[in-house]
Antibody, heavy 123, light 111 residues
Framework: EVQLVESGGGLVQPGRSLRLSCAAS????????MHWVRQAPGKGLEWVSG????????DYADSVKGRFTISRDNAKNSLYLQMNSLRGEDTALYYC????????????????WGQGTLVTVSS | QSVLTQPPSVSGAPGQRVTISCTGS?????????VHWYQQLPGTAPKLLIY???NRPSGVPDRFSGSKSGTSASLAITGLQAEDEADYYC???????????FGGGTKLTVL
């Protein structure tokens, strides 16, 4: 069964850091680019960051550039998101999702998605 | 304000047909980037519904169809069923932003 399982979310104070993980199973992880997409409570979807299969290409949304770092470990079938200098507006459910391509070409879609991990930034 | 514009809500009676529009610009849909659609049932993760403008993944009923023209795309749902009640999102790529973009989402209510 193809599966993505996120972990690492929680309650964190503004300005602090958090590291999210996404464990992949049921497919050849290093055949796919990967992304993080977030959804603030009661709001829509927002793309956060993407990484190519071999980590050679990485993109970030302007809202997180300079604060978040995406990475992957193909040997561990895992995707990560290091989030620093967290703000209240970063409060959201964070999903990892697989790209249908190996590279970040912009032409493909996200499938499958994990169930998400909730990050709450509050004092 | 989302880069791709969707109506906040649509509704229809069981058995009816509804459409959801997704309007972009010359830097995303109008630039030739494909549009993809996702269905998000209450309390669950998004699920791919339509990819590459018109294609259905295995397991998605043919009641769901997609189209694209110019700077816009549409999702049509025929033979509405109660289980279709969900949020629907369109997604594409924007060359000006150098990133993936979503519509604001449309809540479908089956009356």
């Amino acid at each position: 069964e193809v599966q993505l399982v996120e972990s690492g979310g929680g309650l964190v104070q503004p300005g602090r850091s958090l590291r999210l993980s996404c464990a992949a199973s049921g497919f050849t992880f290093n055949d796919y680019a990967m992304h993080w997409v977030r959804q603030a409570p009661g709001k829509g979807l927002e793309w956060v960051s993407g990484i190519s299969w071999n980590s050679d290409s990485i993109d970030y949304a302007d809202s997180v550039k300079g604060r978040f770092t995406i990475s992957r470990d193909n040997a561990k079938n895992s995707l990560y998101l290091q989030m620093n200098s967290l703000r209240g507006e970063d409060t959201a459910l964070y999903y990892c999702a697989a790209d249908e391509d190996t590279a970040l070409t912009g032409v493909s879609w996200f499938d499958p998605w994990g169930q998400g991990t909730l990050v709450t930034v509050s004092s | 304000q989302s880069v791709l514009t969707q109506p906040p809500s649509v509704s229809g009676a069981p058995g009816q047909r509804v459409t959801i529009s997704c309007t972009g610009s010359s830097s995303n849909i109008g630039a030739g980037y494909d549009v993809h659609w996702y269905q998000q049932l209450p309390g669950t993760a998004p699920k791919l519904l339509i990819y590459g403008n018109i294609n259905r993944p295995s397991g998605v009923p043919d009641r769901f169809s997609g189209s694209k023209s110019g700077t816009s795309a549409s999702l049509a749902i025929t033979g509405l069923q109660a289980e279709d009640e969900a949020d629907y999102y369109c997604q594409s790529y924007d060359s000006s932003l150098s990133g993936w973009v979503f519509g604001g989402g449309t809540k479908l209510t089956v009356l």
